[in-house]
């Protein structure tokens, strides 16, 4: 096996990150054709359109206060600078950034023993970075600007704006499948009723139980789908960290650290995806299999490891 070229690493995960998205709309086409189809003759896309400004409306909260909200959740702080550790850290930010051609985002500290660390912010004038005081205690200056790199990194690829975007996709489908599931239970259409009364009852009992088959499986495919663009994102971003530092085992060295400690005290689900790595350490996250590619917010950090290892021309 050759060295891993981290350029066309990133570029494979962008392409993956477009098809996923491209995926996210065809299903949420799909699903808004045959509610409309069924209730209203599919001459208006009237379902679409209302959860369209729902979820607009919620990843428009998300995206202008998120960060705030996601701060505020973790008791993040300003750092000490008459401490050491804390001081390093915030110089390091400043010199990834100039190195970077960033601007310099504000600088958080995270109260809690175990390794680890976010970015938020819609875009890098509005950006934020957040490590723990277990990693700032855990790590050495090396494996620091890995990890600060990869936070960089998803502020540069605006993984924000994706992760929005994604959001307010998979919150849509949600939507439309609660809108058909009510109007279901409610009896339905005239439209619906005036084919059936026409004669055309075969045809639309087809379309029936198509709708009923996606309003069951597309809250689960939307899941699935935003879950396939987050673990993408962190193997773009560990390729730019590798890019930045020029430095691959950097960020390896502190993803082994991170994969041997333990679990973060104060963490919610609806943060924990923004972290390097799995801040709850749950065993699912870990396994190479098809059912936990599926369902975890990371990718395995041992693979993630040893791409970094290959980038260096260490091999396993």
Known sequence: MGTINFYELASKNKRRTAFLIISFLILLGLIGYFIDYIFFGGNKPTF??????????????????????????????KPDLTYLKEKQYVDV??????????????????????????ATGRDPQHASVCVTTG???????????????????????????????????????????????????????GERKRRRSEGGGGGNLVVFIILLVLIILAPIFGRLL????????????????????????????????????????RVSDGVAHLFIADPKKKKLSEKDSLWANLWSTHPPIWRRIAILKEMAGQYT
């Open 48 to 77: 679409i359109i209302i959860a369209l400004i729902i979820a607009g409306f919620q990843s428009f909260l998300g995206y202008y206060y998120g960060d705030k909200w996601v701060l505020r959740a973790v008791k993040a702080r």
């Open 93 to 118: 930010v400043e010199e990834l950034c100039l190195a970077a051609g960033l601007p310099t985002p504000k600088i958080y500290v995270m109260d809690d023993p175990s390794p680890n660390a976010f």
């Open 135 to 189: 990693l700032l205690e855990m790590m050495n200056r090396d494996e620091i600007m890995g990890v600060i790199a990869h936070e960089l990194s998803h502020i540069r690829n605006r993984d924000i704006l994706t992760m929005t975007m994604v959001a307010a996709l998979a919150g849509a489908i949600i939507i439309l499948a609660d809108l058909a599931r009510w109007a279901l239970w409610w009896g339905g259409g």
């Open 226 to 265: 935003a879950l396939a663009v987050s673990r993408s994102r962190e193997y773009l971003a560990d390729a730019g960290s590798a890019e930045l530092t020029r430095n691959p085992l950097a960020l390896a060295s502190a993803l082994e650290k991170i994969a041997t400690s333990p679990p973060m005290k």
